[in-house]
């Protein structure tokens, strides 16, 4: 490919990229403004990389197939950081439901053939009373995890 190729290349999947229908939100605010930015309610609404993306369901694969089009990749994907995440609570039904979302969190990186998957292991602050207790919930997470991805 000549030079002048690859810049014209480079220039449309840049435009295409810009163009597409995304969102970013990462309060309530910005949220309802996402939703009206894509005309579409919280529903029809799904996160490609899990964090802050905002797309129309029916969008989704369109933008991974756009993504693997134009030679873009996603190395890293970030795993949500809130308290049903927290994956060491010493409440087990909690830390159940966030083992659950992180399994689905996986997925999707797998999904995305990322590279590198951030999960943060409790969300702080913590009462350090409990502390030995988020520690021994985090080692049964990690062991459950190990099993399943081993």
Same mark, same amino acid.
Do not use: W
């Given at each position: 490919?000549?030079?002048?190729?690859? !810049?014209?290349?480079?220039?449309?999947?840049?435009?295409?990229?810009?163009? /597409?229908? &995304?969102?970013?939100? /990462?309060?309530?605010? %910005? *949220?309802?403004?996402? !939703?009206?930015? !894509?005309?579409?309610?919280?529903?029809?609404?799904? =996160?490609? /990389?899990?964090?802050?993306?905002?797309?129309? #369901?029916?969008?989704?694969?369109?933008?991974?197939?756009?993504?693997? +089009?134009?030679?873009?990749?996603?190395?890293?994907?970030?795993?949500? /950081?809130?308290? &049903?995440?927290?994956?060491?609570?010493?409440?087990?039904?909690?830390?159940?439901?966030?083992?659950? +979302?992180? +399994? =689905?969190?996986?997925?999707?990186?797998?999904? *995305?053939?990322?590279? !590198?998957?951030? &999960?943060?292991?409790? =969300? $702080?602050?913590?009462?350090?009373?409990? #502390?030995?207790?988020?520690?021994? %919930?985090?080692?049964?997470?990690?062991? $459950?995890?190990?099993?399943?991805?081993?």
């Amino acid at each position: 490919m000549k030079r002048q190729e690859y !810049l014209d290349l480079k220039k449309q999947h840049e435009k295409e990229l810009s163009e /597409f229908p &995304i969102a970013y939100a /990462f309060n309530d605010e %910005q *949220l309802k403004e996402a !939703l009206e930015k !894509l005309g579409a309610t919280k529903e029809e609404c799904v =996160t490609v /990389f899990g964090h802050g993306d905002i797309v129309k #369901r029916e969008n989704a694969k369109p933008f991974i197939k756009m993504l693997e +089009r134009t030679g873009k990749r996603v190395y890293s994907y970030h795993v949500p /950081f809130q308290k &049903i995440d927290d994956i060491a609570d010493p409440n087990e039904t909690v830390r159940l439901r966030a083992m659950s +979302r992180l +399994r =689905t969190h996986i997925h999707e990186a797998s999904r *995305l053939n990322a590279k !590198l998957l951030i &999960i943060h292991p409790s =969300t $702080e602050p913590i009462d350090q009373n409990k #502390r030995d207790e988020y520690i021994s %919930q985090l080692r049964k997470s990690m062991l $459950e995890i190990e099993g399943e991805l081993i």
